[in-house]
C-alpha cells in the first residue's frame, strides 16, 4: 500500500507542483493584501483536487488493468487513494492555517481571530471531505473523465458558497449565540467545528467502503 501511496504522490508532485506553489503564492497575496483570508480556506479543497486527478491519470493509461494483477486487495487500492486525500487535506488545513496566523500576525489580530479561523478551517475540511466523500464514488461508477464536469460545477459552487458564506458567517453565529443563551461563543464555536468535521469524516469513511464495493465488482 506505501507503493501506491508513493506512485500517486510522485504523480501528483511531478504534475501539479509548480501550480501549487503558484497558488499558495497567489492566495497569501490576496489575503495579506486584499483583506480576503478566506481565500486560504479554499487550499483545503485544492489539496483534494490533486488526488482526484490520480485517477484521470490512471484511467488514462489504464493503471488498473495492471494493479490488479499485482498482490494487493481493492480495500487496499482504493483506500490509497483516500489516504492519499486525507494526508493532501491534512497538510493543507495545517498550512492553511499558518498563514492565516500569519497574516493576522501581520495585521495585528491574532488574538480576535485565531479561533474564528480554526473553526472556519475545521468547517471547511468537513464540507470538502463530504465533497470528495461523493466525487470519488461518481468517479469509480462512471469513469473519473465524465465526473470531471461535475467537478468543475462543484469547485464553483463551493468558491461562491465561501465568498457568500464568509460575510454571513458571523451573523449566523451572532443569531445563534442569542438562540441559545446558556451556550458561550467559544463552546458554539467548537460545537460547529466538531460537528462539521464529524460529519465529513463519517460520509468519507461510508464513500470508501462504498467505492471499494464498486471497484471490487468492475473488471479491467
Known amino acids: 500500500m506505501l507503493g501506491l501511496l508513493y506512485k ?13 506553489l503558484l ?3 497567489l492566495y497569501t ?7 480576503t483570508p ?10 483534494g483536487v490533486y488526488t482526484t486527478s490520480t485517477l484521470v491519470f490512471d484511467e488514462q493509461s489504464h493503471w488498473d488493468t495492471y494493479v490488479r494483477t499485482l498482490p494487493v486487495s481493492p480495500r487496499q ?9 486525507l494526508i493532501w487535506m491534512a497538510g493543507s488545513f ?5 498563514l492565516l496566523t500569519l497574516c493576522d500576525l501581520y495585521k495585528g489580530q491574532v488574538t480576535e481571530n485565531l479561533l474564528y479561523n480554526l473553526t472556519g478551517c475545521l468547517v471547511t475540511l468537513g464540507f470538502v471531505m463530504a465533497y470528495y466523500a461523493l466525487s470519488y464514488i461518481l468517479s469509480y461508477k462512471i469513469g473519473a473523465v465524465r465526473a470531471r464536469s461535475g467537478v468543475i460545477l462543484a469547485i464553483a459552487l463551493i ?4 465568498l457568500v458564506g464568509s460575510h454571513a458567517l458571523e451573523n449566523v453565529l451572532s443569531s445563534l449565540f442569542y438562540a441559545l443563551p446558556v451556550l458561550d461563543e467559544t463552546t458554539l464555536l467548537v460545537l460547529i467545528a466538531g460537528g462539521s468535521l464529524a460529519m465529513g469524516l463519517v460520509l468519507f469513511m461510508i464513500s ?4 471499494t464495493a464498486i471497484y471490487a465488482k468492475k473488471e479491467y
Request: net charge neutral; with cysteine; proline share 0%.
Open 159 to 162: 468558491i461562491a458558497i465561501a
Open 23 to 25: 497558488i499558495i503564492f
Open 77 to 85: 487500492i482504493v483506500g490509497a487513494k483516500y489516504l492519499l486525500a
Open 208 to 211: 470508501w467502503c462504498i467505492s
Open 8 to 20: 500517486d504522490q510522485m504523480t501528483i508532485w511531478s504534475s501539479y507542483r509548480k501550480n501549487f
Open 94 to 98: 495545517v498550512l492553511a492555517e499558518v
Open 29 to 35: 497575496a490576496m489575503a495579506f493584501t486584499m483583506d
Open 38 to 47: 478566506f481565500m486560504l480556506f479554499a487550499l483545503l479543497f485544492i489539496g
